[in-house]
Structure formats: structure tokens, C-alpha cells
């Protein structure tokens, strides 16, 4: 039941004085159901025009062909794939969040899950773009699926792990979809009824008829239980499938089986440096510190090392099972990622991915928000070089060495991957505009059991341990939302 | 004979709305339903309302998913166009099992979202009937079918001295219709 307190020991989830059910409503829509500031505006002309590139880049390989990127005869894939599998795993850390942390009953996802599943959401749409434009004929697109056709029928091979992917990221982008619109309906039902007009016909419409009965809200319930259930595996298998369009071939430096799990560690982690590059910005502009708190901030960088560090061992035992494996092919082409013509993007990637990741084992780190953000960038360019890492380089030397070549991305190429990230950040900005950036019916939740104001409620009536409300004050200091409370409280 | 159709009885907190309807409860008033901005654990108890079976529908449609993935590859690979690839059985299950996995979840997602949907009238453009417009934002409803039960006055008197904060007499069922 609401009424249900948690322990004092707990850091609280929603800061602030005076929060009542209506000050979330109000604190949250601000940027709805209001003009958008400055920096938004700044932010998203600068995106538009990214996704204006983005457009024109892939209308040029649409019309030329991918003729007219980098690629060769020996790299055959290169920044089309890098991209492609660098968002599907930003895109995790989305579902992580609304599901695994749902089911581990983490409160703390209540304020995160929305914008993490809409980043989800868009990251899988730059995901799928890069999907269809290698496709080189993407009109045929279709011809992916298993469709009856005039050729006998010809099916799509089943054993084929690309074929699996599109089954995998088709269904990862719809269930996510429905995971998210379905946890959208009570919220666009608040706009809904504080609307007039033509905003109100909008989100009427949106709003599927939402009306928060007993009944809706008990099915509501389960079916986000049940949806986290099964989009958890489902994020796993997503990832899996996709290191096995790598580990099924035979290419050295790709056939090994630590592929499935190394690779959904690094989506959690580059995931999570997305959500906090986002975050960290949007909480900033819009207000929302008191529901985005630094335990939030603390908690996905406590994810990120511990994702960093997985993905670090990962690294060491392919390194250590190339050599252990006396495969002369296998080692060779190792040795040719640390030490050869593309040394340095290994090591950009080591850098990024394991060695900066480590500073977040210090506290001052972990809380200061300026280094969280830049922190989260450097993951987000470690792990676009990993994916770089595993296929550039493993494809530029291959069996003859007179055909060993090395890749020059063209402005087609650039232009594509600098667009996807402008169309990234431009639909979530409209996001954060049209849509209540976070879910106001899970903070509501949370108001009477795990705010500051709960909590210092107990801690005036003197029903707690004394000790352990000074704790919980002491645990109050690295919060940047309560800073002056606690100064207040050190008086008394 | 009035014309009040629904009585609302406003809470600004849930446990207020817990023990106000254990008080509308103890004097036999039925509680036509209740509206809130979040989810209220233990409710249904109260009301009597019955565990959803949304999961055996969940399990239905996901089973579907997997029968629909094993058939539908079976006869493309086994029997419609059997290909030999380096002397392999056809039936390569292994082969099969990322699909069969994927089409369960699609299908379980799909068929328990269009039920849930359907169940509780649920679609893009259905009109919203909503009782009070403060319900979705920071009130806690109470809404009592005034035709069933008697004695107003006296309903009222136990939704305030529950801890209402506003009692609300309402001619119309639904205030969102344009």
C-alpha cells in the first residue's frame, strides 16, 4: 500500500519542499503545455539540420547506391554496420530500464524509464535506417521476409542469423513501442484533462479513452509486469542475435563464442552513457532535479563501471583465447588490432571503454555532474570504436595479402552517421515537447514513501532510529537539488 | 426525485480514500468505482475485484507465436523447398529456435496489449469518460451511483468525515463529453 514507508537508510527518489500530487503534474508538463526556452530551440535547429543531412545523405545513397561510401572488396561492411550495431545498443539500455529494473523492483527506474524507452524507441529508428540503406536496393527490402513470390516460393533462409536479426529488431522495435505507448496512456490523459481545445481533441485522441478506473489501472499493472517479462529476455536475444551475424561467419577476430554476452554487456553500458548524456542535459533545461536526483545519476554510474568492467574482461580473454587458441589467423588477427595500422582505434576503444569508465570507483566522480556527462561521451566514442574495432579491422587483412586494403570513410558515410545522430536528437526533442518526458503517474507513487519530504517527515516525528537519520542526512550531501536543507538540518 | 446521478467523494490522499471507502463500506453504501492518477495496491481487494487473467491470455498468444514460428518454418525449409546445405538435415532446430522465441514474444505482447485494450475500451479517438477532470492529475475519486443508493446526505456526511475534501453531486455520468 502507498501508505507503506520505507527505510530511513534509503536515499530518497524525489527531492524538493512542498511536492504534492498536483506540484509533480505541474513540475513535469511545464515543457508541454508551455512555450519551449532558448535551448531548446538552439538545440533543435542545430539537430534539424543534422537530420536535413542525415536526409540528404541517404537519399544520395539511395539514388547512387553504396557505391558511394568507403566500402571496397575487402571491407565489405564498415560505418553502415559500425552504426547500425552502436544505436541497437544504445537502444538496450531503454528496455533495461522499464523492464529488468521493473522486475528487480528498482523505484528509482519510476523517473528514468520514460525518456530511456523513447531513446530506445529512436535509437532503434537510426538502428533500422543504416539496415535498410545497406541493403543496397532498399525498395527490395522486403525480400527479407518470408513472403510468398513468383519464384517458386523462394523463402529466406532460416538458418541464416541475418535473417534473424530482422525478426529480432522488427519485434524489438514494436514491443518496445507498445511497452511505451501503453505507459504513455495515463499520462497523456493528464494533459488530456488540464487541455482546452484543439489540445485537447489531440490528446484525446492520444489518449485511447483513458479514464483511470480501478480496472485499468489493475490490468495496467500487469501487463507492464508481463511486458517486462518478456521484453527482458527479448533485449538479450536482441543483442545475442546481433553478435551472431558476427560470430557465425568464419572471419578471425569475429568466430568466437564470448560474442553474445560481450556484446550485450557493451549495449548496457553504452546504453546507459546515453541515457546519462541525455539526462544530465534534459534535467538542466527542464527543470526536473528533483526527479532526476544525483542518486540517479549515481546509480547509472555505478551500472556503467560495473557494465565497463565486463566489457573489459571481455577484451583480456578474446586477447588471451586468440593466443591460447595456437591459431595462427586467429592470433595474427589480434595482434593486427592492437598493434597494426588501426592500432589506434583499439586503443581509443580501451581508453573509452575500460580504463576512463574506472574513475567513476571514485565518489567525487560518480556525483560531480559536469564528469558524468563528459564521462558518458567518452563511452559513447569508446563504443563506437569497438564496433569499428571488430569489423574494420578484422576485415581489412584478410587470407591474401594482396588484397589487403585499409577503409577511408566518404562524406556519404560521415555524412549518414553525423545525420543519424541529428535525427537522434531531433525526435527527442519533440519528444520532450509533446510528451511528458517523465512518468508522472510512477512519481506519484513514490511521493509518499521513498521523497525527502517523506522522509524528513519521519525523522521530525521521531520515529526513526536516530543514528540512522543521520545517516540518511549525511547521505543527503552529494544531492544537488537539497543543499541548503542539509546545512539547515547540521544547525539543528 | 433529484437528478443527481453520481456522487464523487475527492480525496487528496490515498490512504484518505482507503479508509473512505472502508467507512462508505461499513454503512452498506456500494462504491460504483474508483478514479485515480496512479495505481492504488490493495484496492481491489477492497472492492472485490477479481485477479486479472491477463497472463493465461499473455501465455495463450505467446504459445501461438511459437507454434506459429515452428510451422511456418518447417514447411518453408522442410517441405516446401527443402535445400541441401552441405549434406545438413533440414530440420535444423537449433536454426529455429531464435525465431520461435522472437514470435512468442511479439505475439504474447500484441495479443495481451489488443485484449487489454479491447477489455477496457480502449482505442485511438474513443471518447474518454471521465467522471471528474482532476481525477488523472491529483484527486482521488470515489464515485457512488446515486440512484442505487439513498439517503445523500448521509453519503456525503461519511465521505467527509472520511477526510474528503470535496464532495461533488453530479447530474451528468461522464463531464468529459464535448
Not at chain 1, 522499464?98 to 529512436?122: D, G, H, K, P, Y
Not at chain 1, 569475429?254 to 539526462?279: E, K, N, R
Not at chain 2, 471521465?130 to 475519486?141: G, I, Q, W
Amino acid at each position: 500500500m502507498s501508505s507503506h514507508h520505507e527505510s530511513i537508510l534509503r536515499e530518497p527518489l524525489v527531492t524538493g519542499e512542498n511536492i504534492t500530487y498536483s506540484k509533480v503534474t505541474e513540475d513535469i508538463l511545464v515543457p508541454v503545455e508551455n512555450k519551449p526556452n532558448k535551448a531548446w530551440w538552439i538545440g533543435f535547429i542545430v539537430s534539424a539540420m543534422g537530420a536535413g543531412l542525415w536526409v540528404f545523405s541517404v537519399s544520395w545513397t539511395f539514388w547512387f547506391g553504396i557505391g558511394e561510401w568507403g566500402l571496397n572488396k575487402t571491407v565489405g561492411w564498415a560505418w553502415d554496420i559500425t552504426g547500425f550495431v552502436w544505436w541497437v545498443g544504445i537502444g538496450h539500455a531503454g528496455t533495461l530500464i522499464s523492464a529488468v529494473l521493473l522486475l528487480f523492483r528498482q523505484n528509482w527506474r519510476n523517473s528514468i524509464n520514460r525518456s530511456a524507452e523513447a531513446m530506445t524507441i529512436f535509437a532503434v529508428i537510426c538502428a533500422a535506417s543504416y539496415i535498410i540503406s545497406h541493403m543496397g536496393r532498399p525498395w527490395l527490402f522486403h525480400w527479407a521476409l518470408p513472403l510468398p513470390n513468383q519464384y517458386g516460393s523462394l523463402w529466406v533462409n532460416f538458418n541464416s542469423p541475418l535473417v534473424w536479426d530482422v525478426f529480432a529488431i522488427s519485434t524489438y522495435f514494436s514491443v518496445s513501442l507498445v511497452f511505451w505507448y501503453t505507459g504513455l496512456l495515463p499520462d497523456i490523459a493528464t494533459i488530456r484533462d488540464r487541455a482546452i481545445g484543439t489540445r485537447r481533441r489531440i490528446y484525446s485522441i492520444l489518449s485511447f479513452g483513458w479514464n483511470g478506473s480501478v480496472k485499468t489501472w489493475q490490468r495496467f499493472e500487469l501487463v507492464s509486469l508481463i511486458l517486462a517479462g518478456v521484453s527482458t529476455p527479448l533485449v538479450l536475444s536482441v543483442h545475442t542475435i546481433v553478435s551472431m551475424d558476427f560470430a557465425t561467419s568464419v572471419i578471425p577476430g569475429w568466430h568466437t563464442t564470448i560474442f553474445p554476452p560481450y556484446f550485450v554487456a557493451g549495449a548496457i553500458f553504452s546504453g546507459f552513457a546515453m541515457v546519462q548524456t541525455l539526462l544530465l542535459v534534459t534535467r538542466k533545461v527542464m527543470n526536473f532535479e528533483n526527479y532526476i536526483t544525483m542518486f540517479h545519476i549515481e546509480s547509472m554510474n555505478k551500472i556503467i563501471i560495473l557494465t565497463g568492467s565486463i566489457v573489459g574482461v571481455a577484451y583480456l580473454t578474446e586477447l588471451f583465447i586468440a593466443w591460447y587458441s595456437g591459431v595462427e589467423y586467429e592470433q595474427y588477427a589480434f595482434l593486427n588490432r592492437v598493434s597494426g595500422p588501426y592500432w589506434w582505434a583499439y586503443w581509443i576503444m580501451m581508453t573509452c571503454n575500460v580504463i576512463s569508465p574506472q574513475l567513476f570507483w571514485f565518489k567525487k566522480i560518480r556525483t560531480s555532474i559536469a564528469l558524468s556527462w563528459l564521462l558518458s561521451i567518452v563511452v559513447n566514442i569508446g563504443m563506437w570504436f569497438e564496433r569499428f574495432v571488430i569489423i574494420v579491422t578484422s576485415l581489412h587483412r584478410d587470407y591474401l595479402p594482396s588484397s589487403w586494403v585499409m577503409f577511408y570513410p566518404s562524406w556519404v558515410d560521415v555524412g549518414i552517421f553525423i545525420g543519424s545522430i541529428g535525427l537522434f536528437f531531433t525526435l527527442f526533442l519533440l519528444f520532450l515537447r509533446v510528451l511528458p518526458a517523465i512518468a508522472m503517474a510512477e512519481v506519484k507513487l513514490l511521493l509518499k514513501s521513498s521523497s525527502d519530504q517523506a522522509k524528513q517527515k519521519l525523522i521530525a516525528e521521531q520515529v526513526v532510529d536516530k543514528g540512522q537519520a543521520d545517516y540518511y542526512i549525511e547521505s543527503l550531501e552529494k544531492y544537488d537539488s537539497v543543499s541548503p536543507k542539509v546545512a539547515e538540518y547540521e544547525k539543528v | 426525485m433529484s437528478n443527481i446521478k453520481y456522487i464523487l467523494g475527492h480525496f487528496a490522499d490515498p490512504d484518505d480514500l482507503m479508509h473512505g471507502i472502508d467507512k462508505l463500506q461499513e454503512n452498506n453504501v456500494s462504491v460504483y468505482d474508483v478514479y485515480t492518477p496512479m495505481p492504488i495496491h490493495g484496492i481491489e481487494d477492497k472492492l472485490g475485484i477479481k485477479r486479472s487473467r491477463l497472463g493465461k491470455v499473455a501465455f495463450g498468444f505467446g504459445l501461438t507465436g511459437t507454434i506459429t514460428a515452428i510451422s511456418m518454418i518447417t514447411y518453408m525449409l522442410v517441405i516446401d523447398w527443402p535445400m541441401n546445405i552441405g549434406g545438413k538435415p533440414n530440420f535444423a532446430f537449433p536454426d529455429f529456435v531464435p525465431i520461435m522465441f522472437e514470435l512468442t514474444v511479439l505475439f504474447a505482447a500484441f495479443g495481451m496489449v489488443g485484449t487489454y485494450f479491447f477489455v477496457n475500451h480502449l482505442a485511438p479517438g474513443r471518447a474518454p469518460r471521465v467522471m471528474d477532470l482532476r481525477a488523472t492529475n491529483d484527486r482521488f475519486v470515489v464515485a457512488i451511483d446515486a440512484k442505487a443508493n439513498p439517503y445523500h446526505d448521509k453519503i456525503d456526511d461519511i465521505l467527509k468525515e472520511a477526510g474528503a475534501v470535496e464532495v461533488k453531486h453530479n447530474e451528468r455520468k461522464y463531464v468529459s463529453y464535448e
